[in-house]
């Protein structure tokens, strides 16, 4: 979207404060596994296997 990614993470930062901030490239798929790992880990999911 040609975003200023130092604009992005100040503002991301000022909102969430300590909480975690990951910035991902869905469409290129870059980023999506941390996110991923982070929503199973916080949410207390599990992958099925």
Request: net charge positive; glycine share 18%.
């Amino acid at each position: 979207m040609g975003g200023s990614l130092e604009v992005m993470d100040r503002d991301a930062k000022r909102m969430r404060g300590e909480r975690p901030i990951v910035f991902a490239q869905v469409k290129a798929g870059l980023g999506v596994a941390e996110i991923a790992a982070f929503i199973e880990r916080a949410g207390g999911l599990g992958r099925a296997g």
